[in-house]
């Protein structure tokens, strides 16, 4: 045990110095300093004994603040509930958002191809009207009333009572 102390005491104050450089907070380095004392008493039988103690005890400190960087980033950062804003917490429930998604798609599906072709075009890829009509080879009018028909088709579809509330950018009329 003595020879434990001898060889280990003298390092603390440097294996605290690598501990605040790698982590940054003093409060989590000390915290890594004193697991990786731990880990060093617990396991001292392992050490080769005509190994040098200073760099066992430093490859043990960089391993833990390695392995505590990478669960960290597995698992974000920890956070007390009563330090946390509850409003970073909340999150909006997904089911209504997957619901419309797949009403929108099923809806999409019973349109006439050449509707939804141009309805996917302008109002998913973002195409301009001109762009769309090149696309499809047909006259700029023509874009637009397969357009406005496929909206007005959509939105009758989807106006019943279990049906969620649309997004109104697929309404939008393009500038």
Partial sequence: ??????????QIPALRRYAR?????RSAADDLVQDCLERAIGHWHQRRPDG????????????????GMRRRTRRGEHASLDEVDERVLAQPPSQDGRLLQHDILKALEKLPEEQRSVLLLVSVEELSYAET?????????????????????LREMMSGDNVVALDRSLFRRQK
Avoid: C, Q, Y
């Fill in 133 to 153: 009509a090149r696309v499809l080879s047909i006259p700029l009018g023509t874009v637009m009333s397969r357009l406005a028909r496929a909206r007005e088709k």
């Fill in 1 to 10: 045990m003595k020879d434990m102390m001898r060889l280990v005491e003298p």
């Fill in 52 to 67: 040098d103690a200073r760099t066992w005890l430093f490859a043990i400190l960089h391993n833990l603040a390695v392995s």
């Fill in 21 to 25: 450089a790698l982590l940054r907070d």
